[in-house]
């Protein structure tokens, strides 16, 4: 089992509409989580940062955390063709040094 | 501006023809990594450094090198490229304190 699962998509969507995009985990040392956006032959670029359970909200982003679930969200509201790119989940513990665990991306387009 | 510098940005290279990619960072972070990223296989992190002088092999190091003299610098090193090295490859620094990962632009290598 991998130490972390996302659906891979790809997730075809109409401008304006909510997206939710989901990873699951395994390990439950896990404290840190983060979602990136990474555009095509671009660096991943972090897009929000949660430390243990909860919600955070950043405009139009809100991430989810549930860590009884072993299950992170980011949900897009209002979402816009700029929007466009893969999203990738990542995960780490201060156990594990400096080894991130990452979801393998869900590749989403928003149709003007 | 906070970022993290790779050179080169595209490089073509035949097989055992040894290259350096460079990493530099200014934001002061502790901790530094290499990824390369290929098709359906995500991220993957090729060697870490949790300080100076102090490196460790990530999930795929074979064929790769890597040193830190200084804190801001993490080159990479191949001594003889072979083709399955072809790939994007991202260098990212990480504060030891809040523990996300920043990340460059990326460096695509292709080895003929």
């Known amino acids: 089992q991998k130490e972390v699962e996302q659906d891979p998509g790809p997730l075809s969507v109409p401008e304006g509409a909510i997206v939710s995009l989901n990873c699951t985990y395994s390990n439950s040392a896990f404290q840190y989580f983060m979602w990136y956006r990474q555009y095509s032959r671009k660096g991943p670029e972090l897009l929000m940062y949660t430390y243990s359970s909860g919600n955070k909200e950043d405009g139009r982003f809100t991430a989810q955390v549930d860590k009884s679930s072993k299950y992170i969200s980011l949900f897009i509201r209002d979402s816009q063709p700029s929007d466009s790119a893969t999203y990738l989940c990542a995960m780490i513990s201060r156990n594990t040094g400096n080894q991130f665990y990452f979801g393998t991306g869900t590749s989403l387009t928003v149709i003007p | 501006e906070a970022q993290v510098t790779q050179n080169p940005r595209y490089l073509i290279t035949v097989t055992g023809k040894k290259l350096t990619v460079t990493c530099s960072q200014n934001m002061n972070h502790e901790y530094m990594s290499w990824y390369r990223q290929d098709p359906g296989l995500g991220l993957r992190q090729i060697y870490y450094?949790?300080?100076?002088?102090?490196?460790d092999k990530g999930d795929v190091p074979e064929g790769y090198k890597v040193s830190r003299k200084e804190k801001r610098n993490f080159p990479l090193i191949l001594e003889s490229p072979s083709p399955n090295q072809t790939s994007l490859y991202f260098c990212a620094s990480t504060s030891r304190i809040h523990m996300a990962a920043f990340f460059g632009q990326g460096t695509r290598l292709t080895v003929v």
């Open positions: 450094s949790m300080n100076v002088e102090v490196t």
